[in-house]
C-alpha cells in the first residue's frame, strides 16, 4: 500500500530565510508525486508535480521540489520565504497504472513563516 | 468561472437529519471525487467516479450515497447525521490518468 509521511507537523521560519518542508513516500511502483497548499477556510491549491524526467521540479508561487527515488523523498523548498507562505502544506502521492487508485495525502505540516 | 465549486459552503443542522452537499467542475475532467477532512486535517478518500460510474469506494458507511448525475456534478447525500459526521467535505476533479486533481472550496458540515 501507498503512503506518505510529513514528519515535522510545524515548520517555523524567518522571512526571506529559505525553508524546507519534509516529505518522504512509500510505494511499490514509481510514484506520481504532489504537494498542494491550503490557506484558512480555503480549499486545496495544486502547487507542483513531479511525474517522470528531470528531479527538480518548479512550481507556483516561487515552490520547487527534488524527487529523491534512493532516498523516497519529495522535500519541497523554496529559497526566500514569504509572511503570504504561511499555511498547511500536503504532500500526496499515487501509483500511475495501477488500476483506479486515488491520492494519498500526508498529515500536512503547518509553515508559519514570522516576519 | 470557478473550476470546482460545491455548494452550501456551511451546513450546520441536527442529527438525525439528511443533507446533501453539490459539486461541480466546468475544467472538462472525467473523474470526481469526494474527501473528508477531519478536525486534525487529514484528509481522507471517500468516493471516485469515472464517467459517471464509481470507481473508488472506500470504507464509508453506507449513509453517505454519492450521486454523478453527469461528468461534470457529483453530489454527496447524507442520511441520519451523526455528530461524527461533523467535517469539511472536498470535492475534487482530475483527467483519470493524470496527476494533479482540482479542489472545491469545501463544506463545512456541523452536526449538532
Known amino acids: 500500500a501507498q503512503s506518505v509521511a510529513q514528519p515535522e507537523d510545524q515548520v517555523n521560519v524567518a522571512e526571506g530565510n529559505p525553508l524546507t518542508v519534509k516529505c518522504t513516500y512509500s510505494?511499490?511502483?514509481?510514484?506520481?508525486l504532489f504537494w498542494y497548499v491550503q490557506y484558512p477556510n480555503r480549499g486545496l491549491q495544486f502547487l507542483l508535480k513531479?511525474?517522470?524526467?528531470?528531479?527538480l521540479v518548479k512550481g507556483s508561487y516561487g515552490f520547487e521540489a527534488e524527487f529523491n527515488k534512493s532516498q523516497t523523498s519529495f522535500h519541497l523548498k523554496k529559497p526566500s520565504a514569504l509572511v503570504s507562505d504561511s499555511a498547511l502544506y500536503f504532500c500526496?502521492?499515487?501509483?500511475?497504472?495501477?488500476?483506479?487508485?486515488?491520492?494519498?495525502f500526508g498529515k500536512g505540516t503547518r509553515l508559519s513563516v514570522i516576519a | 468561472d470557478t473550476a470546482v465549486s460545491q455548494t452550501p459552503k456551511y451546513l450546520v443542522t441536527q442529527m438525525g437529519n439528511d443533507k446533501s452537499i453539490k459539486c461541480e467542475q466546468n475544467?472538462?475532467?472525467?473523474?470526481m471525487y469526494w474527501y473528508k477532512q477531519d478536525s486534525k486535517k487529514f484528509l481522507k478518500i471517500m468516493f471516485s467516479?469515472?464517467?459517471?460510474?464509481?470507481?473508488i469506494n472506500e470504507t464509508v458507511p453506507n449513509r453517505f450515497s454519492p450521486k454523478s448525475p453527469d461528468k461534470a456534478h457529483l453530489n454527496l447525500h447524507i442520511n441520519s447525521l451523526e455528530l461524527g459526521d461533523s467535517a469539511v467535505y472536498f470535492c475534487?476533479?482530475?483527467?483519470?490518468?493524470?496527476?494533479?486533481?482540482?479542489f472545491g472550496p469545501g463544506t463545512r458540515l456541523t452536526v449538532t
Open positions: 475544467l472538462g475532467h472525467d473523474t
Open positions: 467516479y469515472n464517467n459517471k460510474e464509481l470507481i
Open positions: 475534487a476533479s482530475s483527467h483519470i490518468r493524470a496527476g494533479e486533481q482540482y
Open positions: 513531479y511525474i517522470t524526467g528531470d528531479n
Open positions: 500526496a502521492v499515487r501509483v500511475p497504472n495501477s488500476g483506479n487508485t486515488p491520492l494519498v
Open positions: 510505494v511499490s511502483g514509481n510514484p506520481y
